[in-house]
């Protein structure tokens, strides 16, 4: 509703992970390093971790982006499944029909899949996201699946992507086989102060601004970072808020005056105090 009045060919703070918006801090560049060397290392197994809205997403997105033609890809979102319907989902997920089919079966097909990927040097790479559901168990039994390979390469790559509590998880007595495996584990960091304000004006050019249609000041960046803790989906939420302020107020300058009036208005829905975040992240 506001990107004619600032020249915007798109909304710059859409919430949706898009590659073309991302914005390369240097955690990011090194997740997405991390994730491009261990697939095509043909580590076995990856884990990248980080606060709810740091971009774990959104740097899997663009990895599929970048290397999308000589990938095979599934994806799954975990929730507590038990390890038969989760490997239902990665067979459909790539695409095999394993409709009525037993464990056994599954992983037999799973495994000729792989090998017909591997024969046609394809990399196989299984993505679990929001892999801090997952139980010891079913993770004991995803380092089992890993263990599909020829002589020389593993067959499958599996990527674990979680929140922080993945970490501990992964550190489990129990799971030490599975963690020797990982090679380190990539902790995406929340961006500072420097980075939020470049964030905040990479995604202002891509939308497309126009010369100077928009400028925010200074010490709206600090009113951002303070407010976001440098969380990417925080800063969305708020910069998309605020130029809705502004727009309504007729005015193409952002200070830190009307960075706090967005962030009474994102907090004044159902909060009895002002001082509450809608979406606090843990310290
Ligand atoms: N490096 C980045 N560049 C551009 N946008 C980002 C970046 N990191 C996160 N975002 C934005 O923040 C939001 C949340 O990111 P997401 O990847 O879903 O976080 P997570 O998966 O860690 O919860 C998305 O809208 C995404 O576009
Ligand atoms: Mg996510």
Same mark, same amino acid.
């Given at each position: 509703? $506001?990107?004619?009045?600032?020249? +915007?060919?798109?909304? @710059?703070?859409?919430?949706?992970?898009?590659?073309?918006? /991302? $914005?390369?801090?240097?955690?990011? %560049?090194?997740?997405?390093? $991390?994730?491009?060397?261990?697939? +095509?290392?043909?580590?076995?197994?990856?884990?990248?971790?980080? !606060?709810?809205?740091?971009?774990?997403?959104?740097?899997?997105?663009? +990895?599929?982006?970048?290397?999308?033609?000589?990938?095979? =890809?599934?994806?799954?979102?975990?929730?507590? +499944?038990?390890?038969?319907?989760?490997?239902? /989902?990665?067979?459909?997920?790539?695409?095999?029909?394993?409709?009525?089919?037993?464990?056994?079966?599954?992983?037999?097909?799973?495994? !000729?899949?792989?090998?017909?990927?591997?024969?046609?040097?394809?990399?196989?790479?299984?993505?679990?996201?929001?892999?801090?559901? /997952?139980?010891?168990? =079913?993770?004991?039994?995803?380092?089992?699946? &890993?263990?599909?390979?020829?002589?020389?390469?593993?067959?499958?790559?599996?990527?674990? =992507?979680?929140?922080?509590?993945? !970490?501990?998880?992964?550190?489990?007595?129990?799971?030490?086989?599975? %963690?020797?495996?990982?090679?380190?584990?990539?902790?995406?960091?929340?961006?500072?102060?420097?980075?939020?304000? &470049?964030?905040?004006?990479?995604?202002?050019?891509?939308?497309?601004?126009?010369?100077?249609?928009?400028?925010?000041?200074?010490? &709206?960046?600090?009113?951002?970072?303070?407010?976001?803790?440098?969380?990417?989906?925080?800063?969305?939420?708020?910069?998309?808020?605020?130029?809705?302020?502004?727009?309504?107020?007729?005015? %193409?300058?952002?200070?830190?005056?009307?960075?706090?009036?967005?962030?009474?208005?994102?907090?004044?829905?159902?909060?009895?105090?002002?001082?509450?975040?809608?979406?606090? @992240?843990?310290?």
């Amino acid at each position: 509703m $506001y990107e004619e009045f600032f020249g +915007f060919k798109e909304l @710059p703070f859409n919430v949706t992970p898009d590659p073309r918006f /991302l $914005y390369r801090s240097v955690s990011h %560049r090194d997740a997405l390093a $991390y994730v491009t060397y261990g697939v +095509f290392q043909r580590k076995g197994f990856i884990a990248m971790t980080g !606060e709810v809205g740091v971009g774990k997403t959104t740097i899997v997105g663009a +990895f599929i982006d970048l290397f999308e033609p000589s990938l095979e =890809v599934a994806f799954v979102f975990s929730t507590r +499944f038990p390890f038969d319907q989760l490997l239902f /989902l990665i067979c459909k997920d790539f695409g095999l029909e394993a409709d009525g089919l037993n464990k056994a079966q599954m992983l037999l097909l799973l495994n !000729e899949f792989l090998i017909r990927q591997n024969e046609d040097n394809r990399n196989a790479v299984l993505i679990i996201d929001e892999a801090q559901n /997952l139980s010891p168990d =079913v993770l004991e039994e995803l380092r089992m699946l &890993s263990n599909l390979e020829t002589r020389d390469r593993k067959l499958l790559q599996i990527m674990l =992507v979680g929140q922080p509590e993945l !970490e501990t998880l992964l550190n489990m007595n129990e799971l030490r086989q599975l %963690r020797q495996r990982i090679p380190g584990i990539c902790r995406i960091s929340m961006l500072d102060r420097e980075d939020v304000e &470049s964030y905040i004006r990479y995604r202002l050019d891509v939308a497309g601004r126009r010369g100077n249609a928009v400028h925010f000041t200074s010490d &709206s960046f600090d009113e951002v970072f303070h407010y976001s803790s440098g969380i990417p989906r925080l800063i969305n939420i708020l910069c998309d808020r605020v130029l809705l302020v502004a727009y309504v107020a007729n005015t %193409r300058v952002v200070d830190g005056r009307l960075v706090r009036e967005g962030i009474r208005e994102l907090e004044s829905p159902g909060m009895s105090s002002g001082k509450h975040r809608a979406a606090k @992240p843990r310290a």
